[in-house]
Protein backbone atom coordinates (compact mmCIF):
# COMPACT_ATOMS: atom_id res chain seq x y z
CA UNK A 1 0.00 0.00 0.00
CA UNK A 2 2.36 2.40 -0.80
CA UNK A 3 0.23 5.74 -0.94
CA UNK A 4 -0.77 5.10 2.62
CA UNK A 5 2.30 4.60 3.97
CA UNK A 6 2.45 7.67 6.58
CA UNK A 7 1.45 7.51 9.95
CA UNK A 8 -1.19 9.71 10.05
CA UNK A 9 -2.98 8.22 7.33
CA UNK A 10 -2.69 4.58 8.98
CA UNK A 11 -3.97 5.75 12.20
CA UNK A 12 -7.31 7.25 10.20
CA UNK A 13 -7.97 3.91 9.03
CA UNK A 14 -7.44 2.50 12.51
CA UNK A 15 -9.95 5.28 13.47
CA UNK A 16 -12.18 4.01 10.93
CA UNK A 17 -11.58 0.55 11.80
CA UNK A 18 -12.80 1.71 15.31
CA UNK A 19 -15.85 3.86 14.53
CA UNK A 20 -17.51 0.90 12.26
CA UNK A 21 -16.77 -1.27 15.54
CA UNK A 22 -18.28 1.36 18.10
CA UNK A 23 -21.13 1.36 16.17
CA UNK A 24 -21.83 -2.65 16.15
CA UNK A 25 -20.79 -2.36 20.03
CA UNK A 26 -23.06 0.29 20.54
CA UNK A 27 -26.04 -1.57 18.55
CA UNK A 28 -25.43 -4.46 20.52
CA UNK A 29 -25.62 -2.33 24.11
CA UNK A 30 -29.17 -0.52 22.82
CA UNK A 31 -30.30 -4.32 21.87
CA UNK A 32 -29.79 -5.70 25.49
CA UNK A 33 -30.94 -2.57 26.40
CA UNK A 34 -33.39 -4.68 29.26
CA UNK A 35 -32.04 -7.65 29.08
CA UNK A 36 -31.31 -8.99 33.01
CA UNK A 37 -27.56 -9.07 34.00
CA UNK A 38 -26.15 -7.47 30.70
CA UNK A 39 -22.87 -5.55 30.83
CA UNK A 40 -22.60 -2.85 28.43
CA UNK A 41 -19.07 -2.81 26.00
CA UNK A 42 -17.50 0.27 24.70
CA UNK A 43 -14.54 0.50 21.90
CA UNK A 44 -11.48 2.38 23.17
CA UNK A 45 -9.40 3.79 20.49
CA UNK A 46 -9.00 7.62 20.23
CA UNK A 47 -8.61 7.62 24.23
CA UNK A 48 -5.75 5.03 23.53
CA UNK A 49 -4.20 8.00 21.11
CA UNK A 50 -4.17 10.49 23.62
CA UNK A 51 -3.04 8.62 26.42
CA UNK A 52 0.12 7.74 23.87
CA UNK A 53 0.70 11.12 22.85
CA UNK A 54 0.86 12.35 26.20
CA UNK A 55 3.36 9.46 26.92
CA UNK A 56 5.34 10.91 24.15
CA UNK A 57 5.85 13.99 25.44
CA UNK A 58 8.03 13.09 28.75
CA UNK A 59 10.83 10.25 27.16
CA UNK A 60 10.89 7.87 29.79
CA UNK A 61 14.17 7.67 31.07
CA UNK A 62 17.06 4.58 30.86
CA UNK A 63 18.96 3.24 33.75
CA UNK A 64 21.27 1.85 31.32
CA UNK A 65 23.11 3.39 28.81
CA UNK A 66 22.91 -0.35 27.00
CA UNK A 67 19.11 -0.50 27.53
CA UNK A 68 17.19 0.12 23.92
CA UNK A 69 15.16 3.87 24.14
CA UNK A 70 11.75 3.07 24.53
CA UNK A 71 10.39 5.68 21.75
CA UNK A 72 6.77 6.16 22.70
CA UNK A 73 4.09 5.99 19.57
CA UNK A 74 3.29 2.32 19.60
CA UNK A 75 0.95 0.47 17.65
CA UNK A 76 -2.51 1.45 18.99
CA UNK A 77 -5.25 -1.05 18.06
CA UNK A 78 -9.35 -0.53 18.95
CA UNK A 79 -10.03 -2.45 21.61
CA UNK A 80 -13.54 -3.62 23.30
CA UNK A 81 -13.71 -3.35 26.98
CA UNK A 82 -16.31 -4.39 28.18
CA UNK A 83 -17.95 -2.06 31.29
CA UNK A 84 -18.90 -3.47 34.97
CA UNK A 85 -19.03 -0.20 36.85
CA UNK A 86 -21.47 1.68 35.92
CA UNK A 87 -24.63 1.71 37.69
CA UNK A 88 -26.81 -1.10 37.32
CA UNK A 89 -30.88 -1.22 37.25
CA UNK A 90 -32.53 -3.52 39.84
CA UNK A 91 -32.69 -6.08 36.52
CA UNK A 92 -28.69 -6.12 37.06
CA UNK A 93 -28.69 -4.26 33.22
CA UNK A 94 -26.54 -1.03 33.39
CA UNK A 95 -27.20 0.49 29.96
CA UNK A 96 -27.99 3.65 29.77
CA UNK A 97 -30.29 4.67 26.68
CA UNK A 98 -29.15 8.12 26.76
CA UNK A 99 -25.35 7.89 26.73
CA UNK A 100 -25.86 4.87 23.92
CA UNK A 101 -27.84 7.07 21.87
CA UNK A 102 -25.37 9.88 22.26
CA UNK A 103 -22.70 7.65 21.04
CA UNK A 104 -24.71 6.83 18.32
CA UNK A 105 -24.36 10.21 17.15
CA UNK A 106 -21.11 11.44 18.20
CA UNK A 107 -19.75 7.82 16.55
CA UNK A 108 -21.32 9.06 13.37
CA UNK A 109 -19.58 12.44 13.38
CA UNK A 110 -16.83 11.07 13.75
CA UNK A 111 -16.76 8.52 11.30
CA UNK A 112 -17.74 11.28 9.03
CA UNK A 113 -14.94 13.22 9.98
CA UNK A 114 -12.44 10.28 9.45
CA UNK A 115 -13.69 9.58 5.69
CA UNK A 116 -13.70 13.65 5.15
CA UNK A 117 -9.69 13.45 6.34
CA UNK A 118 -8.72 10.78 4.23
CA UNK A 119 -10.86 11.66 0.71
CA UNK A 120 -8.45 15.01 1.48
CA UNK A 121 -5.66 12.59 1.09
CA UNK A 122 -6.63 11.21 -1.89
CA UNK A 123 -7.57 14.63 -3.58
CA UNK A 124 -3.78 15.26 -3.06
CA UNK A 125 -2.57 12.31 -4.41
CA UNK A 126 -5.01 12.69 -6.91
CA UNK A 127 -4.09 16.35 -7.44
CA UNK A 128 -0.22 15.46 -7.81
CA UNK A 129 -0.60 12.60 -10.06
CA UNK A 130 -2.99 14.54 -12.48
CA UNK A 131 -1.25 17.87 -12.29
CA UNK A 132 2.09 16.41 -13.00
CA UNK A 133 0.98 15.91 -16.32
CA UNK A 134 2.55 19.42 -17.32
CA UNK B 1 -32.71 -10.21 8.86
CA UNK B 2 -29.89 -9.02 6.59
CA UNK B 3 -26.17 -8.85 6.01
CA UNK B 4 -25.47 -6.00 7.69
CA UNK B 5 -23.97 -6.87 11.31
CA UNK B 6 -25.52 -3.43 13.01
CA UNK B 7 -29.32 -4.52 11.35
CA UNK B 8 -29.09 -8.06 12.18
CA UNK B 9 -28.53 -6.65 15.82
CA UNK B 10 -30.91 -3.96 15.73
CA UNK B 11 -33.34 -6.53 14.03
CA UNK B 12 -32.99 -8.72 16.41
CA UNK B 13 -33.76 -6.28 19.24
CA UNK B 14 -36.98 -4.95 17.51
CA UNK B 15 -38.19 -8.51 16.75
CA UNK B 16 -38.07 -8.97 20.66
CA UNK B 17 -39.52 -5.81 21.63
CA UNK B 18 -42.28 -6.46 19.35
CA UNK B 19 -42.66 -9.65 20.88
CA UNK B 20 -42.81 -8.54 24.53
CA UNK B 21 -45.49 -6.34 23.17
CA UNK B 22 -47.67 -9.01 21.65
CA UNK B 23 -47.26 -10.83 25.05
CA UNK B 24 -48.56 -7.28 26.63
CA UNK B 25 -51.19 -7.31 24.71
CA UNK B 26 -52.19 -10.82 24.89
CA UNK B 27 -52.02 -10.23 28.82
CA UNK B 28 -54.32 -6.85 29.08
CA UNK B 29 -56.54 -8.42 26.46
CA UNK B 30 -56.85 -11.21 28.76
CA UNK B 31 -57.21 -9.01 32.26
CA UNK B 32 -60.71 -10.29 33.30
CA UNK B 33 -60.42 -13.76 31.85
CA UNK B 34 -61.83 -16.05 34.38
CA UNK B 35 -61.71 -19.08 32.77
CA UNK B 36 -59.39 -20.72 29.99
CA UNK B 37 -59.45 -24.16 28.57
CA UNK B 38 -56.48 -25.52 31.17
CA UNK B 39 -58.93 -24.56 33.49
CA UNK B 40 -58.71 -21.51 36.15
CA UNK B 41 -57.75 -18.04 35.69
CA UNK B 42 -55.65 -16.15 32.67
CA UNK B 43 -51.99 -16.35 33.83
CA UNK B 44 -49.94 -13.20 33.01
CA UNK B 45 -47.05 -14.37 30.95
CA UNK B 46 -43.56 -12.59 30.68
CA UNK B 47 -41.01 -12.63 28.00
CA UNK B 48 -37.23 -13.67 28.90
CA UNK B 49 -34.46 -11.73 27.01
CA UNK B 50 -31.06 -12.93 26.81
CA UNK B 51 -28.30 -11.60 25.11
CA UNK B 52 -27.83 -13.22 21.78
CA UNK B 53 -23.60 -13.93 21.25
CA UNK B 54 -21.90 -16.03 18.46
CA UNK B 55 -20.83 -19.39 19.14
CA UNK B 56 -22.20 -19.97 21.92
CA UNK B 57 -26.03 -20.21 22.90
CA UNK B 58 -25.63 -19.93 26.79
CA UNK B 59 -28.45 -17.76 28.45
CA UNK B 60 -26.10 -15.81 30.71
CA UNK B 61 -24.29 -13.13 29.79
CA UNK B 62 -21.24 -13.86 28.94
CA UNK B 63 -18.22 -10.50 29.10
CA UNK B 64 -16.53 -10.23 25.76
CA UNK B 65 -13.15 -10.54 26.14
CA UNK B 66 -10.74 -8.08 25.00
CA UNK B 67 -10.09 -7.78 21.42
CA UNK B 68 -6.42 -6.45 21.17
CA UNK B 69 -6.42 -6.40 17.09
CA UNK B 70 -7.51 -4.23 14.29
CA UNK B 71 -9.16 -6.58 12.99
CA UNK B 72 -13.02 -5.76 13.27
CA UNK B 73 -15.04 -8.95 12.16
CA UNK B 74 -15.53 -12.35 14.05
CA UNK B 75 -13.45 -11.23 16.88
CA UNK B 76 -16.52 -9.31 18.87
CA UNK B 77 -19.37 -11.58 19.30
CA UNK B 78 -22.13 -9.65 20.27
CA UNK B 79 -25.13 -10.29 17.98
CA UNK B 80 -28.07 -8.89 19.79
CA UNK B 81 -30.95 -10.24 21.82
CA UNK B 82 -33.12 -13.25 21.87
CA UNK B 83 -36.31 -14.19 23.52
CA UNK B 84 -35.14 -17.12 25.17
CA UNK B 85 -38.70 -18.06 26.45
CA UNK B 86 -42.15 -16.51 26.78
CA UNK B 87 -43.10 -17.79 30.89
CA UNK B 88 -46.56 -18.18 32.63
CA UNK B 89 -46.29 -16.22 36.00
CA UNK B 90 -47.34 -18.64 38.43
CA UNK B 91 -47.92 -16.47 41.08
CA UNK B 92 -51.22 -16.26 42.65
CA UNK B 93 -54.21 -15.20 41.20
CA UNK B 94 -56.12 -12.22 42.09
CA UNK B 95 -59.34 -12.95 44.38
CA UNK B 96 -62.17 -10.93 44.08
CA UNK B 97 -65.33 -11.51 46.54
CA UNK B 98 -68.35 -11.93 43.91
CA UNK B 99 -70.45 -14.60 44.87
CA UNK B 100 -72.95 -14.17 41.35
CA UNK B 101 -70.40 -14.10 38.77
CA UNK B 102 -70.64 -18.04 37.83
CA UNK B 103 -67.26 -19.22 37.72
CA UNK B 104 -66.96 -18.17 41.86
CA UNK B 105 -66.11 -20.70 44.05
CA UNK B 106 -67.52 -22.17 47.35
CA UNK B 107 -66.61 -19.40 49.18
CA UNK B 108 -67.49 -16.72 46.64
CA UNK B 109 -64.74 -15.56 45.40
CA UNK B 110 -64.13 -15.22 41.84
CA UNK B 111 -60.51 -15.89 40.83
CA UNK B 112 -58.89 -13.48 38.71
CA UNK B 113 -56.04 -13.30 36.22
CA UNK B 114 -52.81 -12.10 37.72
CA UNK B 115 -52.70 -9.28 35.39
CA UNK B 116 -51.73 -5.73 36.75
CA UNK B 117 -52.66 -2.71 34.91
CA UNK B 118 -49.94 -0.42 35.72
CA UNK B 119 -47.33 -3.20 35.58
CA UNK B 120 -48.34 -3.74 31.96
CA UNK B 121 -48.49 -0.35 30.82
CA UNK B 122 -44.67 0.23 32.55
CA UNK B 123 -42.96 -2.47 30.32
CA UNK B 124 -45.36 -1.38 27.26
CA UNK B 125 -43.43 1.99 27.75
CA UNK B 126 -40.08 0.49 27.72
CA UNK B 127 -40.63 -1.80 24.94
CA UNK B 128 -41.85 1.45 22.85
CA UNK B 129 -38.32 3.03 24.17
CA UNK B 130 -36.41 0.01 23.40
CA UNK B 131 -37.97 0.10 19.85
CA UNK B 132 -37.53 3.45 18.80
CA UNK B 133 -33.87 3.73 20.41
CA UNK B 134 -33.20 0.16 17.90
CA UNK B 135 -34.85 1.87 14.95
CA UNK B 136 -32.61 4.92 15.74
CA UNK B 137 -29.34 2.81 15.70
CA UNK B 138 -30.40 0.69 11.69
CA UNK B 139 -30.72 4.89 11.08
CA UNK B 140 -27.13 5.53 12.23
CA UNK B 141 -25.98 2.55 10.80
CA UNK B 142 -27.70 3.22 7.30
CA UNK B 143 -25.75 6.38 7.16
CA UNK B 144 -22.82 5.05 8.43
CA UNK B 145 -22.40 2.93 5.38
CA UNK B 146 -23.64 4.76 2.81
CA UNK B 147 -20.77 7.39 4.19
CA UNK B 148 -18.62 4.71 3.67
CA UNK B 149 -19.35 5.02 -0.16
CA UNK B 150 -18.35 8.45 -0.34
CA UNK B 151 -14.36 7.35 -0.03
CA UNK B 152 -12.70 8.27 -2.41
CA UNK B 153 -15.49 10.58 -4.70
CA UNK C 1 2.42 21.61 8.15
CA UNK C 2 4.70 19.13 6.85
CA UNK C 3 3.10 17.14 3.90
CA UNK C 4 5.20 14.21 4.89
CA UNK C 5 3.55 11.64 2.14
CA UNK C 6 3.87 14.12 -1.19
CA UNK C 7 7.61 15.22 -0.23
CA UNK C 8 9.23 11.64 0.15
CA UNK C 9 8.89 10.18 -3.26
CA UNK C 10 10.69 7.25 -2.93
CA UNK C 11 7.79 5.68 -0.95
CA UNK C 12 6.32 5.31 -4.13
CA UNK C 13 8.99 3.03 -4.86
CA UNK C 14 9.75 0.29 -2.32
CA UNK C 15 13.68 -0.43 -2.70
CA UNK C 16 12.93 -3.92 -1.72
CA UNK C 17 10.56 -4.86 -4.39
CA UNK C 18 13.03 -3.24 -6.85
CA UNK C 19 15.90 -5.17 -5.79
CA UNK C 20 14.03 -8.58 -5.98
CA UNK C 21 13.08 -8.05 -9.99
CA UNK C 22 16.00 -6.97 -11.09
CA UNK C 23 18.15 -8.24 -14.14
CA UNK C 24 20.41 -10.29 -12.10
CA UNK C 25 23.46 -9.26 -14.60
CA UNK C 26 22.90 -5.65 -14.00
CA UNK C 27 24.96 -3.90 -11.31
CA UNK C 28 22.48 -1.40 -10.06
CA UNK C 29 18.73 -1.31 -10.64
CA UNK C 30 17.62 0.32 -13.11
CA UNK C 31 14.59 2.13 -14.12
CA UNK C 32 13.00 -0.47 -15.90
CA UNK C 33 13.73 -2.81 -13.19
CA UNK C 34 11.73 -0.13 -10.54
CA UNK C 35 9.33 0.18 -13.40
CA UNK C 36 8.71 -3.95 -12.99
CA UNK C 37 8.61 -3.23 -9.25
CA UNK C 38 6.12 -0.61 -9.64
CA UNK C 39 3.92 -2.78 -12.42
CA UNK C 40 3.89 -5.65 -9.72
CA UNK C 41 2.62 -3.58 -7.20
CA UNK C 42 -0.04 -2.04 -8.99
CA UNK C 43 -1.24 -5.28 -10.07
CA UNK C 44 -0.93 -6.56 -6.50
CA UNK C 45 -2.89 -3.80 -5.41
CA UNK C 46 -6.07 -4.07 -7.92
CA UNK C 47 -6.09 -7.92 -7.07
CA UNK C 48 -5.64 -6.62 -3.57
CA UNK C 49 -9.03 -4.66 -4.54
CA UNK C 50 -11.03 -7.10 -6.29
CA UNK C 51 -10.62 -9.85 -3.57
CA UNK C 52 -11.92 -7.30 -1.50
CA UNK C 53 -14.68 -6.62 -3.58
CA UNK C 54 -15.72 -10.26 -3.66
CA UNK C 55 -15.42 -10.73 -0.44
CA UNK C 56 -18.15 -7.88 -0.07
CA UNK C 57 -20.30 -9.52 -3.02
CA UNK C 58 -20.17 -12.82 -0.59
CA UNK C 59 -21.72 -11.02 2.24
CA UNK C 60 -18.93 -9.55 4.41
CA UNK C 61 -20.14 -6.25 4.49
CA UNK C 62 -18.56 -5.09 7.76
CA UNK C 63 -15.34 -3.21 6.58
CA UNK C 64 -17.11 -1.61 3.50
CA UNK C 65 -14.91 1.38 4.03
CA UNK C 66 -11.91 -1.25 3.72
CA UNK C 67 -13.04 -1.81 0.52
CA UNK C 68 -13.63 1.70 -0.84
CA UNK C 69 -10.12 2.61 0.53
CA UNK C 70 -8.27 -0.55 -1.38
CA UNK C 71 -10.46 0.54 -4.42
CA UNK C 72 -8.90 4.18 -4.04
CA UNK C 73 -5.56 2.85 -3.83
CA UNK C 74 -5.58 0.63 -6.55
CA UNK C 75 -7.03 3.21 -9.14
CA UNK C 76 -4.61 6.20 -7.92
CA UNK C 77 -1.25 3.70 -8.27
CA UNK C 78 -2.48 2.57 -11.47
CA UNK C 79 -3.54 6.60 -12.73
CA UNK C 80 0.43 6.97 -10.91
CA UNK C 81 1.77 4.60 -13.58
CA UNK C 82 0.16 5.53 -16.20
CA UNK C 83 1.92 9.11 -16.09
CA UNK C 84 4.96 7.97 -15.29
CA UNK C 85 4.93 5.66 -18.19
CA UNK C 86 4.02 8.42 -20.17
CA UNK C 87 6.60 10.92 -19.10
CA UNK C 88 8.99 8.26 -19.89
CA UNK C 89 8.22 7.80 -23.35
CA UNK C 90 7.88 12.01 -23.58
CA UNK C 91 11.38 11.68 -23.00
CA UNK C 92 12.60 9.28 -25.32
CA UNK C 93 10.75 10.63 -28.49
CA UNK C 94 11.96 13.97 -27.03
CA UNK C 95 16.00 12.53 -27.11
CA UNK C 96 14.84 10.94 -30.49
CA UNK C 97 14.35 14.32 -31.81
CA UNK C 98 17.34 15.74 -31.13
CA UNK C 99 19.77 16.58 -34.11
CA UNK C 100 22.88 14.75 -33.82
Given at each position: MFFLHDETTGRLIKGLDAAALRQQVTAHNLANLNTPNFNRSDV??????????????????????????????????????????????????????????????????????????????????????????? | ???????????????????????????LANMNTTRTPEGGPYKR???????????????????????????????????????????ADHRDPMMVYDPEHPDAGEDGYVLYPNVELAKEMTDMITAQRSYEANVTAVQTAKSIYTKALEIGR | MVVNSVNRADAFIDRNIVLQTRNPEESDPSFADALRGVLGQVNRLQVEADAATEQLMSGN????????????????????????????????????????
Open positions: SFEDELMRARQQADTPLARTHEKHFPITPGPEINPTIKTDTTTTRRIDGNNVDIEREMLNLVSNQLRYNTYVQRLNGRFDNWRYVINEGRR | MSFFPEFRISGSALTAEKTRLDVIAGNRTVVFSEDLAASRSRRAIVTPFVPSSATGGAYRGQGVRVDQIL | IENLHQVMIKAEEAQLSLQFTVQVVNKVLQAYQEIARMQI
